[in-house]
């Protein structure tokens, strides 16, 4: 195969292909008998394009074929054996471009190939210094750079077009870039030729779609702008080869137009600048392309290839007379005349039977009388009416239309004539007066001026249709809403899909009217034509001097020349695009543009397509002889030839030879078709689907316009109707018009489809790539009809219809497909039903196409899978509609005002007991029942009454049958229960399956093979409660259990009150979160936390309305238990927190009170919101009070110390009042005892004995004890007790200890499982951790040395995670501690109290883990190792083999490392005044140098270090060196302020003395054992060295919170060491 596509084209053996089969003829030929070129290929042809005299070929793999006249090469190729491309050989071309004599190629990867004539830029090719390089004769590449950006990018191109003299590019941002001369580039530029591609800056910021060249004129089909509320330009899409450019969804935008505003008809302003324009080529006249000796009237291959040169004729004629001037404006044209037409010879007789006839037709095409010349030589056919001088007004090169000759019919001398100013000043000046005149200057007709010149008025040249993308001002008007349907539909239907909105811009030439404008003026930039705005135009192609647009309803608009009828009517004027007059029946899909004819590409009656040709054509040889006479009586001024045209396109026989054509292309004199065969009916099927798609969309289209849409706009349609059906009638449009828009799309693509159909993938058909859209939009008409009919619209509809329509009724009977029963008045119902036929029809072809290919192939499954989904939603809209007539039928046989207040328009009725086959169980002898059974309720009519109940929330349950012989069905809901009694078995089963059916379809499922009884007993639905009861008028949302509120759900009430949360068996359980409005503050309470039996129980979060919050407990709707409650910041009197017990929503039993305002802090117990009982006080100003209260008072005997040690232990009468006997001690040791009163702030009245002890006098130790601190305080042990006893309770405990472990267990594991669920914010920590917890240790056996790490490891977890029980309380004892000893409660008299805190909490909590894991020992007891492992020592064990187990060992590190800030804050407190003499002499030792220090200290010369190392480099101490000695062991000591547990503090110490051990070695010789005489000295200078600050604080802690089991062992002999020098260095005092 490679060595075959190496070789040239004519020495391979053709093996024709089954696609891509290329048909070329000529277009002059006679109709009967033309003659088929036939291209054999050893690859299917992709692409055929056709210029002048040559023609391009695209095979499948990228290869590129030329034919014809070659004239940049000199050759003559027979289109037979068509000459391989070698130098685009490997660029993967996938598309190519033909233009009047030079070729483009386009690259998969975006890169431009150009070559052919270049004398006018048009290849792109820079000048080369030299005028004669005007050819260019292997394809170069053509660089497209964006050099607006920074740096410069290479462009990316994905479509191009070629002209005459100008080439366009299309780049993958949509954008537009030319090259070349001419006004059809539409730049802003005066010098041409332009060399290198430019942007038409006219188009920046519009998506441009497609481009099309003409000879010297240009079209773009553009994507219309987004709506002004919404203009937001969407990013560019990639496309694919195959895929059409219409590749996003734009929305539809209707703009006013001005009536009177002016235009200038050129485009631009006329500047001085084009009088002195001249260029090379304007110079001197064009270069032959052809040998001179070769001859003007032959050339090589004429034979073999039908292509006919380019010879001009001489035309001259004048201008109409505008107000007496008149301007005679003549054109020459310097083209070489080098291939005659060879039907263009020397016969002189006339093709018209008489000059009048002649005139009367040139009058119909132009508008308006012609003053006419004799034409004695040969012409162009395409240029006769090329009468005025627009096309030399912008042009850089002479006109090629028209040609000056001599009466003998032989050319002059060629010459060229430059833009002449002033002859466009003469334009413009009859254009005005024409336009004051109200008369016509161009083949406008002057009637349409309300129309057409309005139209060209508002298309200001130069700016863009709805105004500049850049500056665009709002529309005064709203879009219709037609207009917002469509754009909603076409949003719906995806982004996949061609988008429908669309507009036509046209620039360059305009002598023939093919800008479409309304004039045959010339536009030098892109406009856009007005009345193809809105026409939903989908190609457009561009002759030479004529042009076609093909819209999505398979119209063909054409304006331009039509000389030879290649417009297809002969409508006036042709300067405006007028439809194409066609046959009935016929949908045109695919349109080319030639020279001077048209090829269309229609469906016919049979799937097979046909072509359509209009333009000229040769008579037949019989023909001919009869029409001889006729000839010779026509004048001169008829053309010479034997030629003829139609009036409307002629059908051409031979294309059902062809096979089945997917694209046509036109260019020069000839036409060429491309065809595939219809192999397996793959094809066919594809024909089929495509081309029923186009007439759906038609018939669509004209249902719209005929019916729908006058029906709409009926200005009485309101009262005719009626309100609801108005509204139904107005959905039932709009569902329409998105159906409508989504099919309209369907079919374009389709047709993009068949132009690529060899490469395109079946599995990329709309059909399986967009089912949702269809099946959502399908669905959505249906239920929009169904309505309409269920409310008896259509009856009133008929009556607007006959009202609107009037004697227009004959219009609707086109409307009616074969398979419609029409009889007298059109049936509108089976009309609007009709659309839902086509989806049978989509199912038909996907398993015809499907039946191509093989079973297992991804082919196959896919569309097997789209026929099963489109077939089954046929089958349930057919269900559908035959619901909707059943119900329509029962209403209108039911007809009344009890009934009527049941219709509803999306509801379906599906049975009733009218023959009283279904009846209330235990219902009175005369009493009336009627159920009927809708689709989405149950209806119970007794006499005028009603009674509804939702399908949701019904739940059905057959009886068994008994001995009474009931045949029962027991009806629940969620207010009510009844049973229902049928007549029969039958009956019975029959309403049984009827519920269960509706009620599963109602919940989503598919209705359809529900057996009694199996209907969802759980579900999720919607319900608005209206019996007494707490719900009463509650709206809820949410989860149901057989007929109760169950699950997850929110309840609204009328009055703002809201639950959000779960529920349980119809009540609040669980957690939910609720809002409940206070009308009294005019603010809502909210609350979050748990609920039990519809109250408030279990942890929560309340949020008062006040500004309150409590974060704790609760026990049927009142504070319970532990709880925190804080006055918020919207408080404004006082601001304070309370953390502690709670009982029945009162404060009873021990709690801290924090008056932040006055700035107390009270902790102790209380009784009903008030302080009483034992209790200490504190102050911020250090004021410190325990004893007892009453009442809230302080009452009784207390103790009360101020911060400067003064203290006063007596009887209390209210806060800070003493009254009664008392003793008073001063701080210098002096005694006041006797009576005492007053308030101690303002001043005491004392009765007494004051006592100055002597200074040798002992101790008073009664008098000590009365100032003995901790005398009243609540006892540790009773503090928290509430907190403990929720965790007991969340491990499903009554009290400490009294429970099953199991069901601990399990709670434990219900816990972590709801916050995975529930909690979907949680950390990938978090997550982890929760796992992790799912993995519990063994807790029923002996705990050993084995599993004794697992315990301490799943209590670390627990710990961290506050989800956990044991992490709540952990969380909650930090919060507990913080508020008590924080603030104002860092009191140092508060030491003892917190220190003994701290062990209750580990006391608490061991008994805690003891109950989960009962194989642990008691407090102290051993742990023995398993008795096949070998035994381990532990740090907190004097014993080899064992573990002694503590719960300071177990618990304080998961404890302290929390509590340590304010503990040790009241540590260095209590330890401050010491702390300063320890610092001081600190401060004074450490100036001395080492060795000093050693001395000082009494330390041996022989632990003296010699050397230090500093960088791993030995340096000799000498006197002076400080801080060079045991530097190891200083810094290891200095890690105990980073440690939070006495174990880890321990560690340091013995870790220094390590270090020191190990300095010390080396000094000295054998084994070394340490002495206290030796050590004492040397440790104290590594602790002055180590300059801890708060020593002392440390040293207390350890002592009070170290494990007894280690307080005799080696680390408690290095605690003393270290104690020892703390107190040594404190008495220090001379050096």
């Not at 009626?722 to 139904?728: A, K, Q, R, S």
Request: one cysteine or more.
């Amino acid at each position: 195969m490679e060595n075959r596509e190496e070789r040239p084209a004519y020495e391979q053996v053709p093996t024709p292909p089954e696609r891509g089969l290329l048909h070329i003829w000529q277009s002059a030929g006679p109709i009967e008998e033309l003659s088929l070129g036939r291209v054999l290929l050893s690859r299917p042809v992709l692409q055929v394009t056709l210029g002048e005299h040559h023609g391009l070929l695209l095979t499948q793999g990228g290869q590129v074929y030329s034919f014809g006249e070659l004239l940049w090469r000199d050759l003559s190729i027979p289109l037979s054996a068509p000459v391989l491309e070698e130098s685009l050989l490997g660029k993967s071309v996938v598309r190519v471009a033909a233009g009047g004599f030079h070729c483009g190629a386009l690259s998969e990867q975006g890169n431009v190939y150009m070559w052919g004539e270049n004398t006018a830029g048009q290849c792109g090719q820079t000048e080369k210094g030299t005028v004669t390089n005007i050819t260019v004769s292997e394809p170069c590449l053509v660089s497209v750079v964006d050099s607006e950006v920074v740096p410069p990018v290479v462009v990316r191109v994905m479509d191009l077009a070629c002209g005459r003299e100008h080439s366009l590019a299309l780049s993958s941002q949509n954008e537009l870039w030319a090259w070349g001369s001419g006004c059809q580039l539409g730049l802003v530029t005066n010098n041409f030729p332009v060399w290198r591609p430019q942007k038409v800056e006219h188009l920046a910021g519009r998506h441009v779609i497609q481009v099309a060249c003409g000879a010297y004129h240009s079209l773009a089909l553009v994507r219309s702008l987004l709506p002004q509320n919404n203009n937001t330009l969407r990013p560019p899409e990639k496309k694919e080869r195959g895929q059409s450019p219409h590749s996003s969804v734009t929305e539809r935008e209707e703009s006013l137009t001005a009536d009177d505003a002016h235009y200038c008809p050129l485009g631009v302003e006329l500047s001085e600048v084009l009088i002195g324009e001249t260029t090379p080529r304007r110079r001197g006249p064009r270069r032959r392309l052809h040998p001179v000796g070769r001859s003007a009237g032959s050339s090589p291959g004429s034979g073999s290839f039908p292509y006919s040169g380019d010879g001009k004729s001489s035309t001259a004629q004048k201008l109409p007379e505008l107000d007496g001037h008149a301007d005679h404006l003549t054109q020459t044209d310097g083209r070489p005349v080098s291939h005659p037409l060879p039907c263009w010879g020397a016969n002189k007789n006339s093709a018209f039977p008489d000059e009048m006839e002649l005139q009367n037709i040139l009058q119909k095409l132009s508008g308006h009388s012609l003053e006419t010349q004799h034409i004695n030589g040969p012409g162009d056919t395409d240029s006769l009416s090329s009468h005025t001088s627009d096309d030399s007004c912008v042009s850089s090169t002479p006109s090629t239309d028209l040609l000056i000759s001599s009466n003998s019919g032989v050319s002059g001398p060629y010459s060229s004539s430059p833009v002449c100013l002033e002859e466009v000043r003469l334009c413009l000046e009859a254009e005005k007066k024409g336009l004051q005149g109200q008369k016509s200057s161009s083949l406008t007709n002057i009637h349409q001026k309300g129309k057409t010149a309005g139209n060209r008025r508002c298309s200001l040249p130069g700016t863009p249709t709805h105004g500049s993308p850049r500056r665009r001002r709002p529309c005064p008007c709203k879009p219709s809403s037609a207009s917002r349907t469509q754009a909603a539909a076409s949003e719906d239907a995806g982004d996949g899909l061609p988008s429908l909105e669309t507009e036509v811009w046209s620039w360059g030439r305009g002598s023939e009217g093919q800008l479409g404008h309304g004039d045959q003026l010339a536009r030098l930039q892109p406009l856009c034509i007005k009345s193809l705005t809105g026409e939903e135009v989908i190609k457009v192609s561009a002759g030479s001097h004529h042009s076609l647009a093909l819209s999505a309803q398979c119209t063909v608009y054409s304006w331009g020349s039509n000389m030879c009828g290649q417009l297809g009517h002969v409508n006036s004027p042709v300067t405006v695009p007028q439809q194409a007059k066609l046959s009935d029946g016929l949908r045109i899909w695919d349109v080319s543009a030639g020279q001077s004819h048209s090829l269309l590409l229609a469906d016919g009656d049979c799937v097979q397509p046909i072509l359509l040709y209009c333009g000229q054509h040769q008579e037949s040889l019989s023909a001919r002889r009869e029409t001889s006479h006729q000839s010779q009586r026509s004048c001169q001024r008829s053309p010479s030839r034997a030629e003829i045209y139609s009036v409307r396109p002629t059908l051409l026989p031979l294309c059902m030879e062809m096979g089945y054509i997917s694209s046509v292309s036109c260019g020069g004199q000839s036409c060429a078709v491309l065809a595939d065969q219809n192999v397996m009916g793959f094809i066919s099927a594809i024909h089929e689907l495509a081309s029923r798609e186009r007439h759906f969309y038609c018939w669509l289209s004209n249902t719209r316009k005929l019916l729908l849409t006058p029906l709409r706009n009926r200005e009485g349609a309101c009262p005719t109707l009626g309100e609801p059906c108005t509204h139904l009638f107005f959905s039932l449009c709009e569902s329409f018009v998105r159906l409508s828009i989504l099919i309209g799309r369907h079919a374009t693509s389709l047709s993009y489809f068949l132009h690529d159909v060899q490469g395109a993938d079946v599995k990329s058909l709309p059909l399986l790539t967009h089912t949702d859209d269809f099946l959502v939009i399908y669905k959505e008409y249906c239920f929009a009809l169904g309505n309409f009919h269920v409310m008896g619209g259509f009856q009133s509809l008929h009556k607007l219809s006959l009202e609107v329509l009037g004697s227009q009724q004959s219009l609707l009977a086109r409307l009616c497909v074969p398979d419609q029963s029409v009889s007298g008045d059109t049936d509108l119902v089976s009309l609007l039903y009709w659309p839902l036929q086509q989806l049978h029809q989509y199912s038909r072809v996907l398993l015809k196409l499907g039946s191509c290919y093989d079973v297992l192939t991804e082919e196959y499954q896919c569309l097997h899978q789209g026929c099963r989904h489109y077939e089954s939603l046929s089958l349930s809209l057919l269900r559908r509609k035959k619901e909707a007539e059943t119900t329509f039928l029962f209403w209108k046989s039911h007809s009344g005002k009890n009934t009527e207040v049941l219709r509803l328009p999306q509801r379906r009725v599906v049975c009733e007991s009218s023959n009283r086959s279904l009846t209330l169980q235990k219902a009175g002898r005369f009493s009336n029942h009627w159920f009927i059974l809708f689709n989405d309720a149950l209806v119970h009519t007794q006499f005028s009454t009603h009674h509804v109940y939702p399908l949701t929330c019904l739940w059905v349950k057959p009886v068994t049958e008994d001995t009474r012989g009931l045949y029962a069905i027991k009806i629940t809901c969620p207010e009510e229960s009844f049973t229902l009694v049928a007549s029969t078995p039958q009956e019975k089963n029959k309403w049984l399956r009827s519920l269960n059916q509706a009620v599963d379809q109602v919940l989503g499922g598919g209705g359809q093979g529900s057996s009694p009884g199996v209907t969802a007993i759980s579900r999720t639905a919607t319900y608005t409660f209206t019996g007494e009861g707490s719900f009463k008028d509650a709206h809820y949302t949410g989860g149901w259990l057989a007929g109760r509120v169950h699950g997850r759900g929110t309840m609204k009430w009328p009055d703002g009150q809201t639950y959000t949360g779960n529920f349980k068996n119809g009540l609040e359980d669980g957690y939910g979160e609720s809002v409940m409005p206070n009308k009294v503050l005019n603010k809502p309470d909210g609350y979050q936390g748990q609920w039990r039996d519809g109250k408030i129980q279990g942890f929560g979060k309340y949020k008062y309305a006040s500004g309150q919050v409590y974060e704790g407990c609760f026990y049927e709707g009142q504070r319970q238990g532990y709880g925190m409650l804080s006055s918020g910041k919207q408080a404004r009197t006082s601001s304070s927190v309370f953390i502690g017990q709670w009982v029945q929503d009162r404060k009873t039993g021990y709690g801290v009170y924090d008056d932040i305002t006055r700035g107390e802090k009270y902790m102790g117990m209380w009784l009903d919101d008030q302080r009483n009982g034992q209790a200490v006080v504190v102050t911020q100003y250090g004021m410190y009070y325990e004893g007892t209260f009453k009442e809230n008072k302080m009452i009784g005997p207390g103790l009360l110390v101020s911060d400067d040690d003064t203290a006063f232990h007596g009887e209390f009468a209210d806060d800070w009042t003493v009254n009664g006997k008392g003793v008073l001690s001063l701080a210098n040791g002096d005694c006041l005892e006797g009576l005492f009163g007053g308030e101690w702030s303002t001043g005491l009245k004392v009765v007494g004995t004051y006592t100055k002890p002597a200074a040798d006098e002992p101790d008073n130790k009664e008098r000590n004890s009365l100032f003995r601190l901790g005398q009243y305080l609540v006892p540790s042990a009773q503090r928290w007790g509430c907190v403990f006893t929720e965790c007991w309770s969340r491990l499903g405990c009554a009290a400490a200890g009294r429970g099953e472990r199991t069901i601990a267990w399990e709670n434990i594991a219900v816990t972590i499982t709801t916050a995975q669920r529930h909690s979907p914010n949680l950390s990938r920590s978090q997550s982890k951790a929760l796992e992790s917890l799912e993995f519990i240790p063994q807790q029923g056996e002996a705990v050993t040395t084995a599993n004794f790490d697992n315990i301490r490891r799943y209590l670390i977890k627990a710990c961290e995670t506050p989800i956990h029980p044991l992490g709540w309380l952990v969380e909650t004892l930090i919060t507990v501690y913080r508020m008590t000893y924080v603030g104002v409660g860092s009191n140092r008299r508060l030491l003892r109290q917190a220190v003994q805190e701290v062990q209750a909490y580990l006391t608490h909590f061991f008994s805690l883990v003891r109950f989960l894991f009962p194989g642990l020992p008691d407090d102290g007891c051993i742990i023995p190792d398993p008795p096949a492992s070998p035994s381990k020592s532990r740090h907190n064990s004097n014993t080899e083999g064992v573990v002694v187990v503590s719960c300071s060992s177990l618990l304080l590190p998961l404890l302290l490392p929390r509590l340590y800030p304010p503990l040790f804050t009241l540590y260095s407190l209590q330890e401050e005044p010491e702390e300063a003499q320890y610092w001081e002499r600190i401060i004074r030792l450490n100036k001395q140098p080492d060795q000093s220090l050693l001395s000082f200290l009494g330390v041996q010369e022989k632990f003296w270090p010699v050397w230090m190392s500093i960088l791993g480099e030995k340096k000799q101490i000498v006197s002076s060196s400080k801080d060079a000695c045991f530097v190891s062991a200083v810094e290891t000591l200095q890690q105990i302020s980073t440690t939070f547990t006495p174990s880890d503090k321990l560690l340091v110490i013995q870790k220094t003395f390590e270090e020191l051990t190990q300095e010390v070695k080396p000094m000295l010789e054998g084994n070394f054992l340490w002495c206290m005489d030796d050590l004492l000295p040397l440790f104290l200078y590594v602790v002055l060295r180590a300059r801890i600050r708060n020593l002392g604080a440390e040293v207390s802690l350890i002592e009070d919170l170290m494990d007894p089991n280690v307080q005799h062992g080696e680390m408690g002999l290095m605690f003393t060491t270290l104690k020892a020098c703390y107190i040594q260095i404190q008495h220090e005092s001379t050096l």
